[in-house]
């Protein structure tokens, strides 16, 4: 059984979800990888008003957490997603993504965006899967990212 919580973003469970989305990262852009706010954001901005912060549990175990933000008053910015490497290819990605979607859609937003790299090939599917499309693609410390956007 899954279930949703609002909780906060600098919660045991959000940090936990956090140490080891940050460890994927690391492991696939190598160590030298710096997880700056202009990527990642700060948690603080999950507490703003019309900001969302999920944490997914699985059977009582958080495995998957996401916050949403809004940038505007019809466009938010969906940030670090991510879904434990044990609880992957579930569904809980899509659940959560759905679930961001419809909490921004009720806040009145029109247009979700998110930033991702080509290491994250799972999180790309996901995305491109859920009908996001590429809008830029800088290149930026040997990577390449993408911003993804699509109408809610």
Request: proline fraction near 4%; charge should be negative.
């Amino acid at each position: 059984m899954i279930e949703f919580r609002d909780e906060p973003p600098d919660g045991s469970a959000a940090q936990a979800l956090w140490t080891e989305y940050q460890a994927l990262v690391r492991e696939r852009l190598g160590d030298d990888f710096v997880a700056t706010d202009a990527i990642f954001a700060t948690e603080q901005v999950f507490l703003e008003p019309r900001a969302v912060w999920l944490v997914l549990y699985e059977d009582g175990r958080p495995v998957a957490c996401g916050g949403v933000r809004p940038l505007d008053a019809s466009t938010a910015e969906i940030k670090r997603m991510f879904v434990t490497s044990d609880a992957r290819c579930r569904g809980h990605g899509r659940a959560l993504l759905a679930e961001l979607e419809l909490r921004a859609a009720a806040a009145g937003i029109r247009r979700a965006r998110l930033y991702t790299t080509e290491v994250l090939i799972e999180a790309r599917q996901l995305y491109n899967d859920a009908g996001y499309q590429v809008v830029d693609a800088p290149r930026s410390d040997r990577r390449q990212d993408y911003w993804l956007e699509r109408q809610l």
